[in-house]
């Protein structure tokens, strides 16, 4: 892959700059922070172009489906919020999480939402009727950052206790991917995103993830 372009500098808030997600159908940035506020920036304008209101504090995570017009937002008010991206209409509120939801993704094959939570728990909804249809309880610590496989159906989970994985789109848990007799697991190279965001957040909260090294996956 070679070097990207510099192409445009948006002037975020500080404020506004807990999470970042570009669109790969159109020339869109969204950005979201403590601020509460969701913002829509078109890329060649170089201006914000929509905005989203509905969460009650701050907004640490955010999705774009990757086949049709909508954006998940989660955040301190331990919801995730479904948006019709071009009206800015609120969809659904995924009410559930009993603390800030952190990291949330969506996938184009199924109509499923995966979010995961500082609760420790991972929620998995059905996104036509915006209704929980499993929570999974695996973690014993907060759910940091999930990344689904680049190839096969399922998603790595991080936390300070582990990395683990799950089938999708029914949520089984296969292992820990983390073990210290064992060593890592081969398919970390699969995960890196999720991994590096898990040291990551464990690390500015004073934790280590199992107590490894940061070694980034070959």
Same mark, same amino acid.
């Given at each position: 892959?070679?070097?990207?372009?510099?192409?445009?500098?948006?002037?975020?808030?500080?404020?506004?700059?807990?999470?970042?997600?570009?669109s790969n159908k159109r020339t869109y940035m969204f950005s979201a922070?403590?601020?509460?506020?969701?913002?829509?920036?078109?890329?060649?304008?170089?201006?914000?172009i929509r905005s989203y209101h509905g969460h009650l504090s701050a907004?640490?995570?955010?999705?774009?489906?990757?086949?049709i017009g909508i954006l998940l937002t989660g955040g301190l008010d %331990?919801?995730?919020?479904? !948006? @019709?991206? *071009?009206?800015?209409?609120?969809?659904?509120? $995924?009410?559930? &999480?009993?603390?800030? /939801?952190?990291?949330?993704?969506?996938?184009?094959?199924?109509?499923?939402?995966?979010?995961?939570?500082?609760? %420790?728990?991972?929620?998995? !909804? @059905?996104? *036509?009727?915006?209704?929980?249809?499993?929570? $999974?309880?695996? &973690?014993?610590?907060? /759910?940091?950052?999930?990344?689904?496989?680049?190839?096969?159906?399922?998603?790595?989970?991080?936390?300070?206790?582990?990395?683990?994985?799950?089938?999708?789109?029914?949520?089984?848990?296969?292992?820990?991917? $983390?073990?210290?007799?064992?060593?890592?697991?081969?398919?970390?190279?699969?995960?890196?995103?999720?991994?590096?965001?898990?040291?990551?957040?464990?690390?500015?909260?004073?934790?280590?993830?199992?107590?490894?090294?940061?070694?980034?996956?070959?």
């Open positions: 892959m070679g070097l990207g372009k510099w192409c445009s500098k948006a002037n975020i808030n500080r404020s506004h700059r807990t999470s970042l997600a570009i922070g403590d601020d509460k506020q969701v913002k829509c920036w078109d890329l060649e304008q170089n201006k914000v907004v640490y995570c955010l999705a774009i489906h990757p086949t %331990s919801v995730c919020r479904v !948006w @019709d991206i *071009r009206s800015k209409t609120q969809i659904h509120a $995924l009410s559930g &999480h009993e603390n800030t /939801v952190c990291s949330v993704f969506t996938r184009p094959t199924d109509p499923q939402v995966v979010t995961g939570s500082h609760d %420790s728990t991972i929620k998995m !909804w @059905d996104l *036509r009727y915006g209704k929980t249809t499993l929570t $999974l309880t695996n &973690h014993k610590k907060s /759910v940091r950052a999930m990344a689904p496989h680049p190839k096969e159906q399922a998603f790595a989970s991080a936390s300070a206790d582990n990395i683990k994985k799950f089938t999708l789109p029914n949520g089984e848990f296969c292992h820990d991917m $983390l073990n210290r007799s064992l060593g890592r697991d081969p398919e970390l190279k699969n995960w890196k995103r999720c991994m590096v965001a898990a040291f990551v957040a464990v690390r500015r909260d004073g934790e280590d993830l199992c107590g490894w090294e940061c070694v980034e996956p070959s």
